[in-house]
Each structure stands twice: as structure tokens, then as C-alpha cells.
């Protein structure tokens, strides 16, 4: 695994009971998700939002969940068992240059990740491959991790690339930005 790449036990500091204080999905990806749409978590760690977002998109939704640790999908397997939802996330193994689905979305998420992909124009490129027309993509990176600045110049390559800024949700923790591809 490269560097840069957030550890699967290092994900517990992030990811447990505590981060509904913070991180509400229903809160944050309404604006975006409906019963019945397919949606993709890049980089989806333990699974907290794709677990949230597979409770938007309903029985007749479906979520797929891509990273390229396996401990990280098994985690989110079974916290999807004991949620309910399951049989609505669809987990896939993928690399460091390559997202690993071609399936179309209506809606992906990229939430803290980005900063850890070696090459954001090529991931960036992958995931506006495989948008719907008009599909949104909310990109969501860490205060204090990634400084502002940073955090514009992953602004500045995703509009150059293809995708029109029409958001900028306020999300604790975060810098925050929805994209529509053009
Ligand atoms: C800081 S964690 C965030 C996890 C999750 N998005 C969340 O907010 O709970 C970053 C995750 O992105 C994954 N990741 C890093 N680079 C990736 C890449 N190029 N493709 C897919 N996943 C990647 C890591 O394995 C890790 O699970």
C-alpha cells in the first residue's frame, strides 16, 4: 500500500459513534439522492456513507463501495449486515490508478480521499467517466490536512476537466464542493 494512504486501524479514529455529531448523511447527501439511484462511494473506507446513502436510495437503490484496502471493504460488509442494507452495496477492490467500475451513477462521492491518490487529474478523469449526464460528484476533503489552497487547486483541475462547481455545502470538518459534469 502506498505512503500516503489512510490505514484501515487508523480509520477508527474518524469512524466510530462519534461522527453522526458530525457527519450526517441524510443531511448531506438529500439535496442529491433519491429512492432508486445508483450511487458510488470512491475510497469508502469502513463504509459510513456508503451505509448512509444505501438508506436514501432505497430497496430499489443501489450503492457501490470502491477502495483498495480489503480490511476496509470486510469492515463495511458486515456493518452493512448489521444495518440492513446489504444486499444494496455492491463492494469493489480497486487500485491505486485505476477506481475498478465502469458502471454508470447518478451520483459518486469522493469524501476524504482524494489527497491520499497519487495522480487526482487521472481519478478525477475515472470519475467523471463513469457520471450520468448531469450526475453530481461531491468532493469532500480534511481541514487542517489539506489546506485551502490545496483544496483549490483539486477545484481548479476538476473544472478544467469537465466539471461545472454548482455547490459548496458547508460540512463540519471539511472542505466541501458538488460538481455537475458537463
Ligand atoms: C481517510 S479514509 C476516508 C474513508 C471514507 N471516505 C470516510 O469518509 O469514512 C480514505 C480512504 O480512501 C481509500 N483510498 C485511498 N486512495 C485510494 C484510491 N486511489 N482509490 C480508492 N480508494 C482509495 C483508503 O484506502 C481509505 O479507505
Redesign the pocket.
Known amino acids: 500500500m502506498a505512503k500516503h ?2 490505514p484501515w486501524w487508523l ?1 477508527y479514529t ?2 466510530n459513534p462519534l461522527r453522526r455529531i458530525f457527519h450526517k448523511p441524510e443531511e448531506i447527501f438529500a439535496p442529491y439522492l433519491q429512492e432508486g439511484m445508483t450511487a458510488v ?6 463504509g ?2 456508503s451505509i448512509g446513502m444505501a438508506k436514501l436510495v432505497g430497496e430499489t437503490g443501489k450503492i457501490i463501495a ?4 480489503q480490511k ?1 471493504l470486510d469492515t463495511l460488509r458486515k456493518r452493512a449486515e448489521k444495518a440492513g442494507v446489504a444486499n444494496r452495496i455492491t463492494t469493489v477492490l ?1 487500485n ?1 490508478n485505476n ?1 475498478g467500475t465502469h458502471e454508470a451513477v447518478d451520483f459518486a462521492l469522493a ?3 482524494v489527497h ?3 495522480d487526482a487529474l487521472r ?1 478525477l478523469t475515472q470519475a467523471r467517466a463513469i457520471l450520468k449526464p448531469s450526475g453530481k460528484f461531491l468532493l469532500a476533503e480534511p481541514k487542517g490536512h489539506v489546506t485551502f489552497s490545496e483544496f483549490r487547486k483539486t477545484l481548479s483541475i476538476a473544472q478544467e476537466f469537465g466539471f461545472k462547481l454548482i455547490d459548496s455545502p458547508v460540512i463540519s470538518l471539511s472542505h466541501a464542493a458538488v460538481f455537475e459534469k458537463l
Open positions: 494512504v489512510c480509520a474518524f469512524d462511494d470512491l475510497g469508502c473506507g469502513m459510513y456513507f470502491v477502495d483498495l484496502q476496509m480497486c491505486d477506481i469524501f476524504w480521499m491520499e491518490t497519487p481519478f
